[in-house]
């Protein structure tokens, strides 16, 4: 992931009352850095293993959204806002979400497109997806 799309999720996360989960690579404390434009302290979790990490958030009642094209994914336009902790798993622009992770998800959020690609830039994409959870679109 780009350091800029990792502060634009980072700023997204702040203005819909959410916080950024982030897994120990290397390059993530510089993209943090430089991506950060927040003037207030940014809360971000760094997570050890992110199967783990999901796996253990699922056995403790969170629900899991996975952002991806599936057959029973919901339309981002019909997706309720979150009544409850929810974690939102963001994929590979290009290969999308490991195939090890899919098996954690509760649930897969989808948003359609008329164009040619088929994926968004995932910055822009979790940005839809947390104000849609967030009740604010």
């Known amino acids: 992931m780009h350091g800029a799309n990792l502060g634009t999720l980072l ?6 009352g959410a916080c950024l989960a982030v897994p120990p690579f290397g ?9 950060n434009t927040l003037r207030q302290p940014a809360c971000v979790h760094r997570v050890g293993s992110p199967l783990r ?16 094209l ?8 019909d997706l309720p806002a979150a ?6 798993v963001l ?9 090890e992770a899919l098996d954690l998800l509760d649930g ?13 830039n995932v910055a822009v994409a979790g940005s ?10």
């Open 27 to 35: 390059w993530v404390n510089e993209a943090l850095a430089r991506g």
């Open 128 to 137: 839809l997806v947390l104000y849609k959870l967030g009740g604010l679109l």
């Open 70 to 77: 599936a057959d029973e994914a919901v339309r981002l336009a």
């Open 53 to 68: 990490w999901l796996a253990d958030e699922r056995r403790s009642g969170t629900a899991i959204l996975g952002v991806e």
């Open 108 to 120: 897969a959020v989808e948003i359609p497109m008329v164009g040619t690609g088929s994926s968004l």
């Open 11 to 16: 700023r997204t996360c702040d203005a819909v």
């Open 91 to 99: 994929g590979h622009e290009a290969t999308g979400i490991p195939a």
């Open 83 to 88: 009544r409850r902790r929810t974690v939102v």
